[in-house]
């Protein structure tokens, strides 16, 4: 039952502030009960860590001839801790560095649907078997959809965001897809033993939750979702995604899908490359969060292919926690700035780093041109986050006494859950790995600050002149690739199909209401008579 306490404690807390909010507001006494709860909450997380892998069975239906109902069950192993850990240190950072914005978005409801989402997050992740994730994954979906829609901005993207979760709805169809195949393939199975010949199933209905596969981002265009709950709600169905795509099978590219391999790394080089450039020449950390998401995804999704799923914990845990250290760095102190080089820590890939172990997905079989890009792409995000990491700061006197204590206590526990993923987060963590990568990816990355300084470009972030060439093509081509990266003109095909079916059903109907329609319908009456009789049939 230990698995259900920080999950119950969240909730139980959530609820009260809703509570406490309706009754008589309090600042103070809210942020209390949000960080008590996520404190207490983490440090389960950590004694969790001691009984790895532990599970706990909810529901069970004893009818194995019908195993569409299969279980309800959550599952804490060394490929989920990780990601439990860095999500429940996201969001007691969150609560803690919004002690330093409550002038903006810090708000005792923002605080509440951090902590359900956190929870919801963690019984995602956690989650036993398939049935599980799929039960969780349409709550989360609901609950943020639902969060988005009340957004002030949300009147001017309704559009947008009823269509970006279309696709998590086409990536709980796949899971539920996936899952009868393995039912087919051994019947009930657990999340740690998928079978091979649902393995790619899976792996697509996680890359269409991540949007790397096939390449989607349809929240390039959103409603502003800020640092505090917007990351929250942002990051916890990404962890929730990459947590199955560590449960993997290493064998799940199988023979007759070996050929198509290259145009499935293809996909995902073009969109760590993509998305890396954008990260990299992104105004500020906040608009290239989606792109810091997708590029990360991808590297966790290609080392799946190349049969290494462990090593998408490495990019995985790069993707949240050095992601959050950037988010949530607001405001910017500029004698806090050196706060920010401790991410490295968690990108940069060297030896005994946490990054290390992702070297060998990006390997697979051997080095290829493939690797070279992804290093590339690899490159540039740390690039990117330097960029921001650079931007100047202000005066600490800008704060409250006390937000000056706990606000970088918030950003000083995701460095400390960065030591922690590199010492033992998982087994293998604490690694050398192909050292050489790494070693390459610091010289080039060294390379391109020397580059960047003799041509004189600076941060705040990077940019071009207007009359450059160069600018002038980006502002041609990339808002072409954008509008194919958010797949709007598949979303406006299946508007107009539905449309013209809509049409044709409208017709039918018109001509059956007619002064005709009764021999129209005594017609069809006969033919299908004759159909279930046979009576058409010599």
Do not use: C
Not at 414 to 439: E, H, K, V
Not at 470 to 499: C, F, G, M, S
């Amino acid at each position: 039952m230990i698995l259900l306490l920080p999950i119950g404690i969240l909730l139980t807390a959530a609820l009260a502030i809703v509570i406490l909010d309706r009754i008589q507001p309090k600042f103070g006494t809210s942020w209390l009960i949000a960080s008590g709860a996520a404190i207490i909450g983490w440090l389960t997380i950590f004694v969790l860590r001691l009984r790895l892998p532990t599970t706990i069975q909810i529901i069970s239906w004893s009818q194995p001839e019908i195993p569409l109902f299969g279980q309800i069950s959550l599952l804490l192993d060394y490929n989920a801790w990780p990601y439990a850990l860095a999500l429940i240190t996201i969001t007691l950072a969150v609560i803690l560095t919004d002690a330093a914005r409550t002038r903006y978005d810090s708000t005792p409801l923002s605080w509440a649907a951090s902590l359900m989402i956190t929870a919801l997050g963690l019984l995602a992740l956690q989650s036993g078997t398939s049935l599980t994730l799929m039960i969780t994954w349409v709550i989360v979906d609901i609950l943020e959809m639902a969060y988005l829609l009340r957004l002030e901005e949300a009147n001017r993207s309704y559009g947008r965001i009823v269509i970006a979760y279309g696709a998590r709805t086409a990536s709980i169809m796949m899971l539920f897809i996936a899952t009868l195949v393995g039912w087919r393939a051994s019947g009930q199975f657990d999340l740690t033993q998928i079978p091979q010949q649902a393995g790619f199933l899976f792996l697509l209905a996680a890359g269409l939750r991540l949007g790397v596969f096939p390449l989607n981002m349809p929240f390039l265009q959103e409603p502003n979702l800020r640092r505090g709950a917007g990351n929250i709600i942002r990051l916890a169905p990404v962890a929730s995604s990459l947590s199955l795509l560590a449960r993997l099978p290493a064998n799940l590219v199988t023979p007759s899908l070996q050929r198509w391999l290259p145009y499935f790394l293809a996909m995902l080089a073009a969109a760590a490359l993509y998305a890396g450039f954008r990260w990299l020449t992104a105004t500020n950390e906040i608009a290239g969060r989606p792109f810091w998401i997708v590029a990360w995804a991808a590297l966790a999704t290609t080392s799946v292919l190349n049969g290494v799923p462990s090593a998408s914990l490495a990019w995985g845990i790069a993707l949240l926690l050095p992601g959050s250290l950037a988010f949530l760095y607001s405001p910017r102190i500029q004698r806090m700035n050196f706060l920010m080089f401790f991410g490295l820590l968690g990108l940069i890939g060297l030896p005994f780093t946490p990054a290390a172990s992702g070297w060998m997905g990006l390997i697979g079989s051997g080095h290829t041109f493939w690797t070279f890009l992804f290093l590339i792409a690899h490159v540039m995000l740390i690039l990117g986050y330097l960029n921001h990491a650079l931007r100047p700061g202000g005066e600490v006197g800008a704060l409250e006494s006390w937000a000056r204590l706990v606000y970088p206590l918030g950003l000083i526990l995701i460095i400390q859950a960065i030591a922690t993923m590199g010492l033992i987060g998982w087994p293998g963590s604490l690694t050398a790995g192909a050292w050489w990568l790494g070693i390459i990816s610091l010289l080039l990355i060294i390379a391109a600050i020397l580059t960047a300084r003799r041509l004189g470009i600076r941060p705040p972030y990077l940019h071009f002149p207007a009359s450059s060439l160069l600018t002038k093509v980006l502002d041609v081509i990339l808002p072409i690739i954008e509008q194919v990266l958010r797949l709007d003109w598949l979303y406006q095909l299946i508007w107009q199909a539905n449309h013209l079916i809509g049409l044709a059903l409208k017709s039918f109907s018109a001509i059956l209401e007619s002064d005709g329609g009764i021999l129209w319908t005594l017609l069809l009456l006969v033919l299908l008579i004759s159909i279930l009789t046979g009576g058409g049939v010599n």
